[in-house]
């Protein structure tokens, strides 16, 4: 059974960085492109950044490049994304799936909250 479990979500300060894991299950996160995303309250769910299953190409918005930075650990089956420089618009929550900019599972995570507030 396919499953993703994201965290490392909180509460920082602009101009703070966070690092969002997410554990996937069911499969080897090295043989598929994943992606991140984000959801508001006021937004749907939009994509951050996705990465290739060869880790050759990776893709960003336009709002967070040279900001985020999405890794992978295939030992631990784990996706990352560094995110420096945060700003309050990069506020949501945060969700991991598989897939290359369109998700491939509608059973989606609980998510981890990304608040960027003074």
């Known amino acids: 059974q396919v499953q993703f479990v994201e965290s490392g979500g909180g509460l920082v300060q602009p101009g703070g960085s966070l690092r969002l894991s997410c554990i996937a299950s069911g499969f080897g996160l090295s043989q598929y492109d994943m992606s991140w995303y984000r959801q508001t309250s006021e937004k749907e769910r939009e994509l951050v950044a996705a990465?290739?299953?060869?880790?050759?190409?990776?893709t960003y918005r336009d709002s967070v490049k040279g900001r985020f930075t999405i890794s992978r650990d295939f030992t631990r089956n784990t996706m990352y994304l560094q995110m420096n420089s945060l700003k309050p618009e990069d506020s949501g929550v945060y969700y991991c799936n598989r897939g290359y900019y369109t998700p491939e599972y509608t059973e989606w995570g609980q998510g981890t909250q990304v608040t960027v507030s003074l």
């Open positions: 990465v290739r299953a060869s880790g050759g190409v990776s």
